[in-house]
Structures are given as C-alpha cells and as structure tokens.
C-alpha cells in the first residue's frame, strides 16, 4: 500500500501520525512498523528567514511530532525547550520579540541554514534532517523555491492595533503570513494571500512520483487556505493530482461550522468559502469537474453535509474526527483509507 499526504501544520501532524498508526496496524512489518509506504507532501508556505536563519514551521512540526520530540503541551516545537538565546537576541534588538524560538529548535535552523548556504536544495535539506530519527514516513517539500505566504490588510484595520497610518499612507499593507499569525493573531481581517515565486516554482524531487505512484492520496484536515490552498498553487501540482489513478480523499478540518484547530475560520472570507464542512469540500471541487477531491470525510455533526454532497455528485461519508489522541487519529485515518477503497470501487 502507497499512501501520499498532503499536509500541514498541527492538525497536518496530527493526521500523520494516524496514518502510520493505522498503517501498522493494517499492514504490520512485523518489527513495530508497517509495510505500507506514506510520502508526505509538506506545506512550504509558512517558512520564513528570520534572524539570518531559515524557518520551515509545518516541516519542522511533522519532523518533530513524528520523531516524538515535539512538545504535546504547546502545540508546537520541541520537548524540555528552552529560550536563552532568543532572550539574549532580544537584548541584541535581534528578530521579533513576539516571536520566540526555542535553543533546540535553534540547533535544527542552524543546520538548515548551513546546509542551504552550502548549496543544497530545500529537498536535500529536508532528507538530512529526517535522517536523524526513525519517522516512519517520508516527508517531502512541496517545492525547493521559497514561496513564504505573505498577507494583504486594510491599513485602517492595522490601526485598531498599532499607531494610525500617516496622511497619504497607501491604503493596504503587507506582511507575512507568521506576523499575522503569530504577531496579530488572526485578528486583522485579511483581504489577500499572496505566495512569492510562484510563477518560477515546481514540485520538489519526488512529489509528482509520490502522487503519480500513490494507491491512495489523502488530503489532511490542514488550513485549505494557506496549508493545503498553497501545496497545490504549486504550478504542476494540480496536474499531477488530476493524472493520478489513485483515489483523493479529502478530511475536513471544520467540525459543526468551527476549525478543528487553528485560524481557518480567519482566512476562509479572504476566498469566499463559509466556515462549513460543506463549503470546504466544494471549494476543493469534485476531480471529476477539474476539482481535488474523489471523496470527502466529515465529522459526524455534519452528516447531513455528507448527503447534500452526495448528492451533488461526490462520494461523502461522516466519521468522528477529532484527533483527541493517538487511537482516535488512527480511527480517523481508518475511515479515510476506507472511503479511498470506496472511491475506488464507485
């Protein structure tokens, strides 16, 4: 069995972590792991350089989460971390005081940044740095060019937080998307998300094989805006999923009209798409008609989006998703992989 991801973030890792479980427990290598093959396609869009050193946040949140080194409590970086050099940075007048980096998340940009200034590629990278633990998995860049996701505010919005813009400011502002994230939480309504060198980007090594090679491609309860929204902006992404014979199989990352973690619901109204189940799935779009998806898994509070997808053309089913711990993800990525095996035989 061949299994490709796409994700992103928490709720990305979350799901990951599931797959494998579930993989090990339905196609056992006898040795704790599981004969099944899972590629994950990672979402780029969220790294940054910052103080001189290059971050890729959801890459590092798998890598962590899956080596069981990340730190459960936060949500976010590693385990037993500590913060004496982003204080002394601050000192310095160095990076975002907002925006803490802990030491041993450090030592990981450290080595990414040496190794990128060395001239290897974002892929190349990202294989040396999962060579240190055994995951399991394999993760993949969506692509090897830096296309970090910036936003578009109204000025007059950014004024209810900072100091007014001056007379003859320009009416909108840019940023990127980790200071709207993390800086202004979310709070200030995004009008546009903007990814950098998209027109010169292509998938990384391996992605078009991984999805081209899949018995099964499933799309994590990630933000479908700027996680999954931002892999297949990708050029050559999209077709490479419409080429593919295996099943897509689409989880929703809203339950009963609220994320399941996160800030989608901040950046959903910057496309258009309402905070449902219902309205994710059609935003992805039936592959049939040019669209992701060949089946879509919602929460059971939304089962009656389910049938009106279902109707509507697309194989839909509803499963507990909430990803409480490790056998609930497992359960979920089950139910996922069962309705790949239904979309198959439709």
């Known amino acids: 069995m061949r ?8 709720g990305g890792s979350r799901f990951v972590r599931g797959v494998r479980e579930e993989c090990a427990r339905r196609w056992p290598d006898g040795n704790g792991g599981t004969a099944a093959s899972v590629t994950v396609i990672v979402n780029t869009g969220d790294d940054i350089w910052l103080s001189g050193v290059r971050l890729m946040p959801d890459f590092d949140s798998l890598l962590y989460s899956l080596a069981g080194v990340n730190d459960t409590e936060r949500g976010w970086g590693r385990a037993g971390e500590t913060e004496r050099v982003a204080a002394e940075l601050r000192e310095w007048g160095v990076g975002w005081p907002w925006f803490t980096l802990g030491d ?39 692509t090897d060019t830096e296309v970090d996701t ?31 994230w993390t800086r202004y ?9 903007r990814q950098r060198n998209l027109a010169t980007a292509r998938p990384a090594r391996g992605v078009v094989e991984a999805i081209a090679d899949a018995d099964l491609v499933l799309v994590a309860p990630s933000n479908p805006v700027v996680s999954i929204g931002t892999i297949l ?19 929703s990352p809203i339950i009963g009209g609220k994320v399941v973690r996160g800030m989608a619901d901040a950046c959903l109204p910057a496309i258009g798409v309402e905070t449902s189940a219902e309205a994710v799935g059609r935003h992805y779009g039936f592959r049939r008609d040019g669209g992701l998806l060949d089946a879509w898994l919602v929460d059971e509070t939304d089962a009656a989006a389910a049938g009106s997808l279902t109707e509507g053309g697309l194989l839909a089913a509803s499963a507990p998703l909430w990803m409480h711990d490790l056998d609930r993800s497992a359960d979920l990525a089950g139910a996922a992989i069962d309705l790949g095996t239904a979309a198959r035989s439709a």
């Open 104 to 142: 041993l998340d450090l030592g990981t940009h450290l080595a990414r940044t040496s190794w990128l200034r060395d001239g290897l590629t974002v892929s190349d990278v990202c294989e040396r740095l999962q060579r240190r633990w055994p995951l399991g998995v394999r993760l993949l860049p969506s």
């Open 3 to 10: 299994i490709t991801v796409l994700a992103g973030g928490v």
């Open 233 to 251: 902006a990708v050029p050559g992404m999209h077709e490479a999923l419409a080429a593919t014979a295996a099943p897509v199989v689409g989880v």
């Open 150 to 180: 910036h936003v578009v505010v109204d000025a007059a919005d950014l004024a209810s937080h900072d100091a007014p813009p001056p007379l003859g400011a320009p009416l909108r502002a840019e940023m990127h998307f980790q200071e709207w």
């Open 185 to 193: 939480r979310a709070t200030v309504p995004a009008r546009e998300f």
